[in-house]
Structures are given as C-alpha cells and as structure tokens.
C-alpha cells in the first residue's frame, strides 16, 4: 500500500553540526564576527592590563578631547586628555563580568525553579509563581537603587540583585514550557515505560526546553548589560571600575564641548547586545532545526508531484439539475521552488436536492476541493486550473467580488469541529444574527429567525442558548448551532465537511438526522464530506470516492456499495469492520504458539 | 464571577503587602548610620544618638515597621531624612514628571503597535520587516541611549525640540506635550515592536483559526472578522505584553529622565540613593510597587471582559 | 485466573475553580477484570470514564477510591519506584501516534529507551530493536529515521512497537486507531491480533467505537457518565445487549449499507418511540448473526 511506504525527506537524515546551521544565515554571521570583536576586546583588555595596567589613566594633557584621529588616538580622546579606544577596550572586561554574575544568578535561580514548577506543579509551583510575581511587580531599577543605597555601590551586589530579578522571566519562560512538554503524551509513555524523573527531565524535557533558553538568555545578557551600563550612567556604578556606563556618564557630561564622545561607548554596548542577540537567534534557529519545530503538526504532504494543468475535457454548461459541478480542478500550494499540487483534476456533480457524499482518506484532497468551492481556501492555495459551476455559471471565470457574493448567498458551510468553529468571546445569538445583520436584517427580526432556527434544528431552550457563550454548551449542541447559523443565510447548497467525526455516535445519529430532515424540508442539495462509509452509507444518494488529488469513482449510492467499480473503494469497503465478525471464543489456558517470538531476556 | 473579582482583589492586596514588606527589607539591609549622615561628621556621638533617637531608628525593626506600615495604610510615607519634608510631599512633587512620560508613552506604544500589527497582518510585508527592525534597535538601544542620539540630534544640532525642561500640563498643554515629545519617543520606541510582534502574532493565530473561515462562509467580510473578531481573541498576548511593558517603562523613565533633566522619580530616587535617605527609597518602591500591582489588576479585568471564557478560570 | 482486577474504581478530579470548586468524579465505582491473553474491549463516548480507566491502571491517574490488583498485587497506590518495576509488565499505546512519540528522537531511540531504562545493554537493545520492528512490520531502515517523518499508521507501529519492547503481559490500548485513515486501521488492528495470538499478551482496548472493540475483543465492557452498564461475552454484548444504553450505541453506530442503514433508523424510530415501555425486550438484529460462536 502506499501509504505504508516510507516517506522520508532526505536532507533530514544527514544532520549538519549546530555551528554550522547557524554560520548559514548571514544575519548571524554578523553576530559571530561581533562576537568575534567582542572577545579580541576583552583578551585586549586582560593584556593592557598585564602590561600596561595605568594606559586607561594616562592623560595627555595637551589633548584634551581631541578628534577620532588625532594623534594617535584613534577614537580621539575624552575631556580628561585619555584614550577613548584604549578605555573602550579595558571597560570591555567588568561590563561583561558583570553581565556575566547577573546572568548567573538568574540561570541558577530561573532553570532549577521553572523545572520543578512546570513538572511537579502543586504548592512549590504556587510558592514560586507567587515569588515571581512579587519580583516582577517592582521596576528591577527601583530595587537596584535601593540595594546600592543600604548596602553601597559594589557591582557584585548589584548584579546578582539584578540576577534575582530577571530569573523570574527564566522561571516562567520554563515553567510554561515544561508543562506543555509535561502534558504530552510521549512524556506519559516514557513515565510507563519505567524511565525515572531525572531522566525524562533530561531527555525529553530539556531537548524542547533548550532553543528558547537560548533565546532568553541572549536577551538577558542584553538586559544585563544595558541596565549596568545605565547604572554607571546614573553615577550608582563602581567609580574605581572603568566601564562603557561610566563613559557614556563621562560623554554625556561633556556633550556640549565633545559631541561625539558619548557615541563610543554606546556603540560598543549596542554592537555587544546585538552579537548576542544574532547570535542566539541562529542557534534557536538551528535547534529548532534539528528539533522538529511543532509536535503535533502532522507529516508534509506525502506525495510531491507537478502535473500540467489539464485542459477541461468538456466545457460545455452543466445539465439543468446539475446545482454544482466541479469539472478538472486543480489546486497547488506553492513550496520552495514549486508549486505541490493537492488536488489534480478533481470531477464532481451534485444534483438537485440529492445528497453526494465526498469519500477519501486523509490527504486525499476532499477537503481542499470542497473549500475551493466555498471560495475558503488558504491565501496561499492556488486554483490553477478547472472549472466551478454552480447554478449554470462558471465561478471561476467571474471577477473575484462577484465570485463571492455568488458563493455566500447560494452556498453555506458546516464545518466538523463544532467547538473551535465558534468564536469564544462572543455569544451564540450574537454569532447567529450577524450575518443576518451584515445582510441588513433588522436586529429584532433577526433575533426572531436565529429563535427560529434553533428551535428548527431542534435546541429546547432557544433564549438560553442564544444568551450562552461557546464554552458553556456541549459539542453536540454546537453543531446544532452552526447547523441553524449555516441555514439562516438561506442557502440551495449545503457543504458539510465530516459534521459528526467529532461527535458522539448518539449525537452523529441525530445530528444525521436532522440533515435528512432539514434537506426534506428545504430541498436543499447536500454536499458531504466524509471518511467515514458509514456516514455516507446513512445520508448520501450519491458518492464520489477521492483518493491522491483525483475522483476514482462516482455512482450512486446503491451502486457503489453493492458494487465498487474501482480497486480502491473495493479496499476501502473491504476495510470496514463486518457488522456481525467478533473475535473468537476466549480460551483460557490456551499456550502461546510455537513460532511465538523468543521471551528469553537478554541482559 | 463576583467571587472571581474578590479573589483577585485580594491577591492584589497581599502582593501589596509584600511589595511594602519587600520595600522596607531591601532599604535595610545595610547597617548605615542615618543620624551620621544627616548631621554631618562634626557632629558627636551623643548628637547623633540623639538624632538616630528622634528619628526613631533605635526602636526595634518590628516596631519600626509596624510604625511604617501604619503610616502606609493611613497615606502617610514618613518624613525624609533630607530637609525633613514628608515623603508624600516630596513624591507628588515628582511623580506628575514621570507619570506624563509614563503615560504618554504607553499611549504611544498601544497605538502604534495596534495600527503595526494591523498593518503587518493586512498582508504589508514592508511594515513586517519595519517592525522586525524595530525589534532589534529597540533590544539592542537602550531608551537612555536612545534619549542622547536625539537629545544630540533634535535639540543639539537642530534645536526642533527644548533641551531640557519640564512644563506642567496645567500651564501649557502644547508646551508639556511638545517637552515631553523626544523622553517619549525614546522610552515607547523599544517596546512598541515588542508588543506589535506579540498583537501580530496573536493576531495571524486568529486568523486562522477555524471560526474565522465559518465567519467567512457566512458571508462577514474581511474588515469586520479583523477588527470585531480577530482583534478582540487575540488583544490577551497583546495586553500581556503591555503590562509587561509598564514596569520596563518605569524603570526607563529613570535614566531617561536624567538625560533630558526632568525633574522626575528617578531624579528624586537617585538623590536620595547617594543621600541614603531611606525614607524617600521605601516610598518609591512602594508606589512603584503598588503602580505595577493595579496596573495588572486593571489588565486582568480588562481581559475578562474581552474574554467570556477568562471568567470562569 | 486473572491478570487485572479492578474493583470498585472511583476517579474524582479536583473542579477547576481550585480546592473549593466542585470536584469532577470521571469513573465511579467500576469493577471489572482482564485475564491473561485476553482483550477487554472499553466502550463508551466522551466523558464517559473510559480513558481515565486505562489511564489509572498505568498509574497516570490519581485512584480516589477502589482497587487495582495486578497478578494478585495491589497496585494503585505504587510510588514512582514500585509503579517502575511493573514497566516491564504493563504496557501503552495512546491515541495519536502524532504526540505519543517525541518528534526529536529517532525511532531506534524511542525503542532503545524503555529497554535501557530496565537495565539492558546497549548492544541487546539494538538487537532487539531489530527484533521489534519486524514484529510491527516495519523496515529496518526506519531504525535510524525521526518518528515525524512517517505517516499515521508507521507511527503506531512504532509506538506498538515501543509497548512490546519489554515483553508485557498487559498493554493499555488507547484509542489506539482513531487517529488513522480506514484501511490503516484495519491493517494496524490485524497487527494487534496477531501479536496477541504470537505472544499471548492481554488487551485493555479502550475505543468509542463499539464495530472495532467487537473485532478484537473476547468481553466488552460499556461506560456511561463514569459508570459500567455492562460487562460480558463480546457476542452478548454486542447482539443481545441487556442494557438500553449499550443497545443504543449499537443502533446508532452507522454500518456501510445503505439498506441497512434504513433498517436501522427504523428501528431506532421505533425504539424512540415505544420509550414508554423499557422493559419490552431488546434486539439489535432480525438477521442471524452469522459470526457468533456456537
């Protein structure tokens, strides 16, 4: 079977180094040449040091803020007659010393803690959520300032103060990670399979954890850095410690006589915040890379293939009771340096107050075909070929805004997830009138007909429901809703696509029911998506089966299932489980067959 | 619901508490000398006893405390050891300074990170790449830095904008605005990509989700899911960050404020940082404390009233 | 003799307004039992205790009240330590085979895990993964492959595979099929009868649909709002249901005929209306089951 092929795409299976996923994007290039700067500064500084331990303190005193250039002096020199370049590059050194203590702190308070929190949860969450909150309720520089003013202007106190107040962003950013990984089910099969807690933390949490740590704390040591540098600049800095701060302090000072010195220190912080930050965003990047970015994203389609647009056999006008016909349609998605087509010459017809159930297997291009004619397909999608009838006229040749209101007044929609298919900050009789509204129903009569037709698609209490939000009614009742709100524009068209695989069996039974009702009643043309043959077996008087992108077979519903034409709907008849087959009898002490695998333990 | 409300109510409070308890344990760390500093090092170790007696500060720390935290509760932050004002006095003098830049510039960045996030999702990829370049200056410029590139630009080398100087609103509104226009650009410019990337993001999530297509299928044109439906699902991220944003801005206006010499809390907590006055400390902290604890209650709220389902949580 | 005994099982969740809130009782008082070799198939719709049955047994839910007995011992108050000895002998595949495997990992290394965890060498693991995958029939190249690179069907093969890696006696299935297109349930369904009938491991099968529990299992058990309407011979169950609830379920599953299918709504019609008299006997079929064991 193909679907049972390994697919695998291939540049997945040879794993490039991490360095080298990050030297690919330029902008990160760009933070590991800044890096690269950064670093030569503060082996510079730790050599000036070495060697000339008072060239930050030599003053010339014949030039006083000289210009970038002068004599020497590369970056010039400040109002006291020193070496901008010479200071830049010794400053270097405690600005990041003490970017480095505060970052400490805040990984050693931070991870431990969003750790603990996120997977245990229970009262230590409590406790340190609250402790968070606390921290992050005061502005970090009122606490800084309040620290230097009792216990003095030392940079080691100060930084690690600033530590404990950014870990509470460490704290959380874990903490809500954690606990999304917690809730995965491949950490409850890894709990079951006997893998201790230290061990899960480990190798599963920490994998998904890391890429966003990163990220933090790039932005951290840049939050360090400039909250330093602007401690130095308030004059609440170390006065004994050359810093970038104390030198922007100094610039500032200075501004009216030397109007350029303030830019070199803050071009060195700004540069040194930005290498970190490009930095980091590669290696997120390339972790993420390598990660697998969403969990629960299902596989890319399957199966590439670019066919040419077929030209439409017939383009004559669809029979008189022919409501919609889909004839060669073609639907693409762009991708790279392509076009991945999902649908390739897809044939359709649904006549006049008949039902036509749409059959398919996931991926097969039911779905997109049915959204190319509620004109809902994805901006991205495509229709690169074929044509829409409905009602005698091609949807496809018409301008787009004439399309649409074509579509809307004749063709309405019930989706198969009801829950997320209604928006959740507004109440249902509010989502039930709008559309009414919007075609300018007054709001009293429209109130009336949304009544109507809740009490129509069989809700009791029509008032209360209409005053509910989303949350506060069952699955069952919220396709109710959205079948009344799929009504209320009046439609001949009907598009379900899979109504009832999100319900209940009990509740699919009288939802099916209504449809069949509803369809009497109206005479409506009913269009069903569905995978489910049973589904289809209940309502439908036509079927279509899809499989890859195209139509394989159309027959009526007698027809096609008492005799399948095509190899595929007899597999896929074949698949479903026979009404009356149960297992056989249970046999108490019957011994595992000879061939059985080996059950010896290895060790 | 109703219980809902009294129960945040009262987590606000307690935070309040811990924020003043907080307050009072950090300015009292350090064993300094009050008296000393006030009275200067002429004076003798009987004058200073004296003076440290006046002051109160021989009293154990409970009931130093419990003396405070009375003071608090009655609106009564104590008197500073500078000049002997009440602190009360002292911050309203300052606070109208940075609660204008504060302001102003929340306003700034609500606005503009709306109409950003808008605009990007509305399929303009150039203010998408703007925005993002937004991001990185503002990550990477600091609001004080920021506040001298302009303060050398616009009134240095152009003199468009006062260089220094604060009117108060209710002497000129044209002059405080146009005073308060380069301290605010400065401040609001970093966090106004910050929150617009939040609100887009948010907002493209929206956009995809499956009840917008159903609002599509019955016909409610794209303006309308933007800005009746859309919008308000995704204004909680966007309404996070700003709360977030808030206490960043607190602790901008601080440097901000000395570059463009406005007389602002951070002028005034500075002073009394390299003064010691400790009174004058405890009381910003507790009304920044207490600012930022109301400023996300008022958030919270306002997200259960966008939001049906937070009501219930 | 039996492998798993439950017996009076009660599961309350705190509400969701904190301690306060109203407590949600997910399974009340169920008792039923899984013998060795068996398939207990679990049916029921949502909300109906089912999972949280499974859940509890592999220790994933907290145990109000109630015992579970496994091989005579007493396992719902197992800590973490004793819960780990038993990893060996009780076992799990989940529903989506989408988030039961970690996307990062490959699929040697999801197999490797659970064997290394119990104490193995690295080299018999890796013989063993071998072992594991032509039990799944997969390739043996899918060893060094990400699990997210394969479709729904391959990914419950691993996952099938990872729960027979330490030779249970019992695997939890969960929902094992209903994230998988038609024709791959069939085939993953026949997978799990054959490794049933090779290695004589028992099945908790948990499913809300009651046409493939009757396929795999010996004795259906059927769940409503927590509560267990009735235990028995799968072919009593699902022909001659004795509860009005189980009956329902039966009719309202649709079957793919379409006469059939109108049979059906009649009699349910009729079973609508004649809701007067519950006590008049109860039938699911006029056609003789051909399937039914003598």
Sequence with gaps: ?603 | MVRLLFRRAVAALVLMIAVAVAGFVITGLGNSDPGRSILGPQATAAQVEAENHRLGLDRSQVEQFTDWAGGVVRGDLGRSYLGDRPVTEKITNYLPVTMSLVALSMVVIAVLSLVLAVASVSGRAWVDRCVQLLAVIGHVLPGYLLALLLLLLFAVQFQLFPVFGYTPIGESPAQWLRGLALPVIALALGSVAGAALQARGALMDVLEADYVRTLRSRGIGGRSVLFRHALRNASPAWLTSLSLGFVALLAGAFMVEKVFALPGLGTLSVEATSSGDRPVLMGVVVLTGGLVVVVNLLVDLLQMWLIPKARTA | MTLLEIEDLVVRYPGRGGARGRTFTAVDGVSLDVRPHETVGLVGESGSGKTTIGRAVLGLAPVTSGRIRYDGREIHALARAGRRELSSRIQVVFQDPYTSLNPAMTVEEILVEPLRAAGWSRGAARDRVVDLLEQVALPRGAADRYAREFSGGQRQRVAIARALALEPELVVCDEPLSALDLSTQDRVLQLLIDIQERTGVAYLFVSHDIALVRQISHRVAVLQQGRLVEFGSCAQVTTTPAHTFTADLLLASPVADPARQRERRAQRQARRDRVTSPTSPITVSHTPDPGRVP
């Design chain 1, 1 to 603: 079977m193909s679907a049972e092929v390994v697919t695998a795409t291939p540049d997945l299976t040879t794993r490039p180094s991490t360095l080298r996923i990050i030297l690919r994007n330029p902008l990160s290039r760009t933070g590991v040449v800044l890096l690269g700067l950064v670093l030569i500064a503060l082996v510079a500084a730790v050599v000036i040091d070495w060697v000339a331990p008072d060239a930050a303190w030599k003053a010339d005193l014949y030039q006083l803020n000289a210009a970038p250039g002068t004599d020497g002096h590369l970056l010039g020199t400040d109002s006291g007659g020193r070496d901008v370049l010479v200071r830049l590059v010794v400053a270097t050194r405690a600005t990041m010393f003490a970017g480095v203590i505060a970052l400490v702190v805040a990984v050693l308070l931070g991870v431990p803690g969003g750790l603990i929190s996120g997977y245990y949860g229970g009262k230590v969450d409590l406790v340190l959520d609250w402790l968070s909150s606390l921290a992050m309720s005061l502005p970090s520089i009122v606490v800084l300032l309040a620290i230097i003013s009792s216990l003095g202007t030392s940079m080691w106190i100060s930084m690690t103060t600033l530590g404990c107040m950014m870990a509470p962003a460490v704290f959380r950013l874990l903490r809500a990670q954690v606990h999304a990984v917690r809730n995965e089910l491949y950490v409850d099969a890894a709990r079951v399979a006997g893998l201790s807690d230290a061990r899960i933390i480990s190798r599963h949490v920490l994998r998904v954890v890391r890429g966003p740590l990163v990220l933090m704390i790039s932005v951290l040591s840049g939050v360090a850095i400039t909250v330093q540098t602007g401690l130095d600049f308030l004059g609440l800095g170390d006065s004994t410690t050359i810093t970038w701060g104390g030198m922007l302090s100094e610039g500032f000072a200075a501004m009216t006589l030397n109007r350029v010195l303030f830019i070199w220190p803050g071009l060195a912080m700004a540069l040194t915040v930005a290498a970190f930050f490009l930095v980091a965003s590669g290696a997120r990047d390339a972790l993420q890379g390598i990660d697998g970015g969403s969990t629960t994203a299902p596989p890319a389609p399957e199966r590439i293939r670019l066919t040419k647009v077929p030209t439409s056999q017939s383009s004559a006008t669809p029979a008189e009771d022919e409501v919609l016909a889909v004839r060669g349609l073609v639907i693409g998605y762009p991708s790279g340096d392509g076009l991945v087509e999902v649908v390739h010459g897809a044939d359709l017809t649904l006549r006049k107050g008949r039902t036509l159930g749409l059959v398919g297997e996931s991926g097969s291009g039911k779905s997109q075909t049915a959204f190319a004619v509620l004109h809902l397909l994805p901006r991205q999608a495509r229709l690169s070929g074929g044509e829409i009838w409905l009602d005698g006229t091609d949807l496809l040749a018409l301008p787009r805004r004439e399309r649409e209101r074509r579509v809307r007044s004749a063709i309405a929609y019930v989706p198969q997830e009801p829950m997320s298919n209604l928006d959740p900050t507004f109440t249902i009789g509010y989502q039930l009138t709008e559309p009414l509204r919007a075609r300018g129903v007054g709001r009293k009569a429209a109130r009336e007909r949304a009544t109507a037709l809740l009490t129509r698609t069989g809700i009791r209490d029509p008032e209360r429901v209409m005053a509910s939000y989303p949350h506060q009614i069952s699955g069952g009742m919220a396709q109710r809703v959205l079948i009344a709100g799929a009504l209320s524009t009046d439609p001949h068209v009907l598009i379900a696509d899979e109504p009832t695989t999100a319900l209940d069996v009990t509740v699919q039974a009288e939802i099916l029911d209504l449809l069949r009702g509803l369809q009497a009643e109206f005479g409506m043309s009913i269009l069903l998506v569905s995978h489910d043959l049973g589904v289809i077996a209940d309502l439908c008087d036509d079927v279509a089966v899809m499989r890859e992108g195209q139509v394989v077979e159309a027959a009526t519903a007698e027809n096609f299932f008492a005799h399948p034409r095509h190899e595929y709907s007899r597999m896929l008849l074949a698949a479903v489980p026979a009404e009356h087959e149960v297992r056989a009898e249970y046999v108490a002490d019957r011994s595992v067959r000879q061939d059985a695998a080996p059950r010896e333990k290895h060790s």
